[in-house]
């Protein structure tokens, strides 16, 4: 798994913040990241329709209150839904009847525990998240 959730966690508690339209150069700075990494993670954002930006206007803007937006959802939006919470190794022996049936044992344990971290995740807001904020 990469860092693209916690950056858009990130990106959604500091739009949460701002009554404004936030660019990409300013969130850059605030994830301490390049504004290319930071656009691709907003259109993943767009997608779900989490925010939005305007035309002839620079910057992102909420589409719905953080209390409404569900890290689970997120989480689905920035992630390779094609894959797991935990990476199962490729290439095993097929001769072996460990190496033959240890994917298919996984793929079912791991789809389970994507599940339950999606499930937890949805318990969670970006209100929750910036409520901790000190």
Avoid: W
């Avoid at 404004?20 to 993943?44: F, G, H």
């Avoid at 490729?90 to 190496?99: A, I, L, R, S």
């Amino acid at each position: 798994m990469n860092s693209q959730f916690s950056i858009a966690v990130h990106i959604l508690s500091l739009l949460s913040l701002e009554e404004d339209p936030v660019s990409s150069q300013y969130i850059a700075s605030s994830v301490n990241s390049n504004p290319s990494l930071v656009r691709k993670i907003c259109r993943y954002l767009k997608n779900g329709q989490f925010i939005t930006s305007t035309q002839g206007v620079t910057g992102y803007k909420l589409t719905q209150s953080a209390s409404q937006i569900l890290l689970g959802e997120v989480f689905r939006y920035t992630t390779d839904i094609d894959s797991h919470f935990v990476k199962i190794h490729e290439d095993t022996n097929t001769h072996c009847p460990v190496g033959k049936n240890i994917t298919p044992a996984l793929n079912d344990i791991y789809t389970e525990v994507d599940t339950s971290i999606i499930n937890k995740l949805n318990t969670y807001t970006i209100e929750d998240v910036t409520n901790r904020f000190e």
